[in-house]
């Protein structure tokens, strides 16, 4: 027989030699499974994923806001500054709260871009351990910052650093800046721009670190999504 012949013939024995090789898998696989000792009927559960460790929800959260956290929380400075009716406030008086300090200005676009939502965020957390406190930097003090916390009915805390010596001690670079202080007194995060601050992830974000401070204390309900 010629050589070309023999791979002729080869080829079309091919589909056969294929098929007896998967016969004899299976008779394998049905031998080892009658060989194998039974374990008796499958239990059907419900499988769940381990839930994720607090910490890695908080860093996703943090992450979707685009919220900056150290590698090791420090202090956040101490600063007295007066309000708009002229009553001095001090920022260690909010430990033991979550404190969202932010760095405004009337003249500031983005800021009255997320005053709304940080108003929004106040009143739903504002009946918990959460404290949100607006610095303004504007020079001309009460004068402007007034109109502007009335024009758009804002209730949270407004203080006034018309110096700028609170914002450089924060090292401020650009409006808005908020800052996030655990109710320890340290710097847990910082962002540099205007947020949705009612937000889903926001609002979760909050609600989490919340229940750092008190465990046992559940969200508010307007707080979820």
Same mark, same amino acid.
């Given at each position: 027989?010629?050589p070309?012949?023999?791979v002729a $013939?080869?080829r079309?024995?091919l589909?056969?030699?294929?098929?007896?090789?998967g016969?004899?898998?299976v008779? %394998?696989v049905m031998? =080892?499974?009658?060989?194998?000792? +039974?374990s008796?009927?499958?239990?059907?559960?419900q499988?769940?994923?381990?839930s994720?460790?607090p910490?890695?929800?908080?860093? %996703?959260?943090?992450?979707?806001?685009?919220? &900056?956290?150290?590698?090791?929380?420090?202090?956040?400075p101490d600063f007295? @500054?007066?309000d708009l009716e002229g009553?001095p406030a001090? #920022? &260690?008086?909010f430990?033991?709260?979550?404190v969202l300090?932010?760095?405004w !200005?009337? =003249?500031?676009?983005?800021?009255?871009?997320?005053m709304?939502? /940080?108003?929004? @965020?106040?009143? *739903?957390?504002? $009946?918990?351990?959460?404290?949100?406190?607006?610095?303004s /930097?504007?020079?001309?003090?009460?004068?402007v910052?007034r +109109?502007?916390?009335?024009? #758009?009915? @804002?209730?949270?805390?407004?203080?006034?650093?018309? *110096?700028?010596?609170?914002?450089?001690?924060?090292g401020?670079?650009?409006?808005?800046?908020?800052? @996030?202080i655990?109710?320890?007194?340290?710097?847990?995060?910082?962002?540099?721009g205007?947020?949705e =601050?009612?937000? *889903?992830? !926001?609002?979760?974000?909050?609600?989490?670190l919340? &229940? $750092?401070? *008190?465990?046992?204390?559940?969200p508010p309900?307007?707080?979820?999504p």
């Amino acid at each position: 027989m010629k050589p070309f012949d023999q791979v002729a $013939q080869t080829r079309s024995q091919l589909p056969l030699i294929v098929a007896i090789l998967g016969l004899i898998a299976v008779a %394998a696989v049905m031998l =080892w499974e009658y060989l194998s000792p +039974s374990s008796g009927p499958a239990e059907i559960t419900q499988v769940r994923e381990p839930s994720a460790a607090p910490s890695t929800e908080l860093d %996703a959260l943090f992450a979707a806001l685009g919220i &900056r956290r150290p590698a090791e929380p420090s202090e956040a400075p101490d600063f007295t @500054l007066t309000d708009l009716e002229g009553r001095p406030a001090q #920022l &260690r008086e909010f430990r033991g709260k979550l404190v969202l300090l932010n760095f405004w !200005a009337t =003249w500031c676009a983005p800021c009255l871009q997320e005053m709304p939502s /940080m108003e929004r @965020l106040y009143q *739903t957390f504002k $009946q918990t351990d959460f404290v949100l406190v607006a610095v303004s /930097m504007d020079r001309q003090g009460v004068e402007v910052a007034r +109109s502007f916390v009335e024009h #758009l009915k @804002l209730t949270f805390p407004v203080l006034l650093d018309r *110096t700028s010596e609170v914002g450089h001690q924060y090292g401020v670079r650009g409006l808005p800046t908020s800052y @996030l202080i655990d109710s320890d007194g340290r710097l847990i995060g910082a962002v540099i721009g205007a947020r949705e =601050w009612y937000r *889903t992830e !926001a609002k979760v974000l909050i609600a989490g670190l919340l &229940r $750092q401070i *008190t465990p046992t204390a559940a969200p508010p309900a307007q707080a979820l999504p």
